[in-house]
């Protein structure tokens, strides 16, 4: 199956906008006609998103749901899983960004990645809540990279953001 990013020269995703412009999150409608009748999606929903910020603390144990550097089980065709902590105060926007920091080891490919936290309690289907979409490796421009390791911090926007990009226009 493919998805055409463009039809006419234009393109078809939503892409995600704040006060400082374009972020780096959109979305895409994949019809589910074109899916092959074997496949089975469990999606998220905004009941999967998580409402009360207080609830969520610095430290938290998350995951992120990627194919780093491309790797995955080419059997199966699944993602791998890497642990993540919440590494600022989860509901204030990290330096007013749209976003907050999560410490873990991620590379490229796992850009759009979901970052869940585990909820025991929610849907027995699918029991996580969507805190976000992993974006990109944050790093300080003034280190010295022979000396200073790299911070091994994150962005991921938080997940409301696709409330915003799949509201009906």
């Known amino acids: 199956m493919s ?10 995703w939503r892409q995600g906008k704040d006060s400082g412009g374009e972020i780096d999150v959109a979305v895409i409608e994949i019809d589910r006609s074109d899916l092959p009748e074997s496949v089975v999606i469990q999606c ?7 409402s009360a910020f207080q609830e969520i603390e610095v430290g938290s144990l998350l995951l992120v749901v990627g194919f780093p550097l491309g790797f995955h089980d080419t059997l199966h065709h699944l993602p791998v899983v890497r642990q993540a902590v919440i590494a600022s105060s989860f509901g204030l ?30 849907d027995q289907i699918l029991p996580w809540k969507l805190l976000g979409v992993h974006s990109a490796r944050i790093d300080m421009g003034g280190r010295d990279a022979e000396v200073d390791e790299s911070l091994g911090l994150n962005c991921a926007w938080y997940a409301d953001i696709l409330l915003t990009l799949t509201a009906a226009s």
Do not use: I, W
């Not at 998805?3 to 078809?12: M, W």
């Not at 330096?95 to 929610?122: I, K, N």
């Open 44 to 50: 998220f929903t905004p009941a999967h998103l998580q």
């Open 93 to 122: 926007r990290f330096q007013g960004q749209g976003y907050f920091l999560t410490d873990a080891r991620t590379h490229r490919g796992s850009s759009g990645a979901p970052v869940v936290l585990r909820c025991a309690e929610g």
């Open 3 to 12: 998805v055409y990013l463009y039809r006419d020269g234009k393109s078809l």
